[in-house]
């Protein structure tokens, strides 16, 4: 066990962003706060909320329960709800040195971002009119609409960060003039050479190059490509041609991947979408010659089949003798891969690998020329836009550290809670994903507005209930008595007893919270719900409801999971506090607000046998009678108090109505 | 382990009539285990005191604070100069622990929110079993481990009395006899023979009794 671990998702995502935390935020509908926890490490959530490779999900432990919690769809949500928040102030211009940052995509324009946010002078260069990098010319509008982009990229100009675009390292500029002038230099220029194979015909017409073709629909050409359309890999790059081909009139498009549906790595969804949108896929098959009279006509294949395996730990794709065969096509599309453009960078001096890739020290991103630093797609490689904004923060911190001489700081090391036991993932409570609202087909495929629609508020919040709050669950302090009830209460069986106090293994803790409202130290700690913030959350909302001077003062206490979407219903006296299961209330939590002079208190619960953690209906009322009791001794009467449903909320307030206001605010005992 | 219960609410508040400022003590041991007087019980009972004096027309203020063991002076002293800020305190510990502050602050006067019930040990979720009268004269190793001091309703030490039906007590039909649970437990551990002996009759302790340890309290 080690306390110290996040939750998988954490620690699987390059920047390690708070996950849990900004889903609680947005289960408890508060978008404001999950868009703050996301912008302290991302400057790009509407981007990575629409198209991250989601690392997280594929770490999420949900999956060991049914599937995985929609993330990147949540983080879109809240981005896409908190538009126009003014999140960050325009920091103060404190230091002296000037940076320069060639390369305008994730990885330079968060690098600027946080090296303003620190203070710098910074000035960005790209040989585009347009910044953003690939976010704004190669990956396609239906997917992420440049608008959003453009927004994003406003946002970090707005701290101040100059720009200077048309601007092309090697032809505008060379590295030795931008010394003069800046302090530092910082490399991010990404990987934008396609990869060509070296087959008979690649030099016909009509054979082009993915992202080339990618970049030039995103800048509004419409290139003539003709009926028939293959497009040769199965990356995003070939999927994004393939689909771009078809919003530009193709009305056959095949895909053809060497390796088989299991390894493509664009993902499933991605498949999914291109095949709705008609296009055809062939599985296991490799070119082998284009054929045609100065333009393409066909290509001729070869089937694959799958051999030992290679250094990626992939199979290897080994041709079928014997087993070719011909497809007649107008454009052949390469997505084979790409890489940085090495020449230009040899060119001013950097040690390149042979891969093309600028060489640096490690992850301080610096390379063999002095004050100059490199992050990004130059070098790692063609990635990720969410690896691309994390090499960009690592190696802005390391620029600033170097600035003022501050040791490097080690890199953090994120452990990840191990595994939910099997035990325990047998008692919890299977929940569906939510499903993406997308356009129908034929309403995509003739133009490029964004395919998926986002979550509405409701399925939002649905969907980050799902999230088990891993690592979030009870801690044992240490003036803990070794009772042991918590050992006999909790509804999974997870605490034990140690050799001095109790213990809770954090990696498989629900985080239900029925052990701390039932532990007679008050010794376990709800890192989700810390008591103290329970009391003001209640102070407050009494104060609050105190100036509408309402006649009779209800607060309602509602199970957040029986009612996801807000308060179970609308009644003017009732002022609602959700509670993510009312099992986690002690009895203190009924009496207090009586003490604050409220009039009565309901609670309303999930159904009886839905509990999202088995037993907190149970424990619910058991501490509301027993608050019931007290309630009668000391006078203010046990009716105030009761669980209700909709249906009987009435009774319930015509017996207030009846009783009158609270005691305590006229002085007068109930007979009992 | 020392098992106590909470009193009725009335009598407590009977007891705090005449105090305006009362501070809640619990304890931080025993009966924070058997969950009637640790942090959570002081709570609860300082909110109702609080709520119910102002019904009376006698407000109090209800100052809340745990320490870890009322029994011994130390701890006591970790609250002294808190505590004389109070007309009263208010002991959520067993008698023992009541006593104990009383002796160390003998300047304020201090009142019992408990009945001290046995000394007992855990029986499941919630419930907690007399086991031991401290007569001071054990047997035990007569009895399998069961004692019928504290467990038979009469107290007999040689032998049921004859009066339980179907296994369970004449006095009480929710206990079981406990000479029945003493003959099967020997029974299974093949010691019947140890029935044959005779228990002497018990001397009643003479009070109060008093424990020294000559390794650690020298003079
Ligand atoms: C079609 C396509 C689809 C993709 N889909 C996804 C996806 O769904 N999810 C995902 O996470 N990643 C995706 N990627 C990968 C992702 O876009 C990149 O990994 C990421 O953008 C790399 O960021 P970067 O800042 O290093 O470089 P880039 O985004 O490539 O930005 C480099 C910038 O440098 C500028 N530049 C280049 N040369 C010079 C020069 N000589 N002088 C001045 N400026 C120069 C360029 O104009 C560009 O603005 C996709 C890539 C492509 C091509
Ligand atoms: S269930 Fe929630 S906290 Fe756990 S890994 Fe998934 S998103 Fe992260």
Redesign the pocket.
Known sequence: MNDKAVPPCQAACPIHTDVRGYVSAIAKGDVEEAIRIIRQVNPFPSSCGR???RLCEKACRRAQIDEPISIRELKRFASDQTLGLKLIEIPENSYEEKIAV????????TAAHDLALLGYRVTV????HV?????S????DY?LPKDLVKKEVDNILALGVEAKTG?????DFTLEELLKDYQAVFI?????KSLLPKYNGVELNGVIA??EF?KQVSRGHKPRLGKNIAVIGGG??AI??ARTSVRLGASDVTIVYRRTVDEIPAGPEEVEHAEKEGIKIIYLAAPVEFSGNEKVQSVRFIKMQLGDLDKSGRRRPVPIENSEFEITADTVILAIG?MP?AE?LKESGLNISRSGTVLVKDYTGITNIHDVFA????VSG???????IA??RRVAEALHHYFRTMPDKEEKNFMALKELDDGIVKLINKSERQKMPALKVEERITNFDEVDLGYSKDQAVMEAQRCLNCGAGAVVADNCAACLNCVRICPYGIPFPGKEIAEIDISQCQACGICASECPASAIILQLEAKENNRAELEKAVDIAREETPEILIIGFYCRYGSPIGPPFDEDEVCWLGKFCTGRMDEHQFIYPFELEVDGVVIHMCKNDECRFRDGNQWSKSHIKSAKKILNEIGIGADRLDIISEEDFHNFRNKLHALGINPLRTGKKVKT | MIVAELKPFKEIENMLRDYKKVMVLGCGTCVTVCMSGGERQVELLASALRMAGRLERNEIIAGEKTILRQCDPEFIDQIKDEASNYDAILSMACGAGVQGVAERLAGIHILPAMNTTFIGVSDGQGTWIEACAACGDCILDRTGGICPVARCAKSLINGPCGGSKGGLCEVSKNNPCVWQQIYARLGKLNLINLLKGMSQPKTRPVHPRKLVNPKNAFG
């Open positions: 198209i991250c490779t060639i390369g305008s995509g994730p990885a330079g324009l260069f790209d040989s585009q910044l953003g990098g690939m976010l010319q190669g990956i396609p997917r601007l092309s390292l090697g032809q991010a220029v990404g990987s934008q993915a992202v990618l995003h790059t994004d041609a790409y453009d230009v992050a990004g797609d130059v063609p990635q990720s836009v969410i690896e691309a090499s960009g």
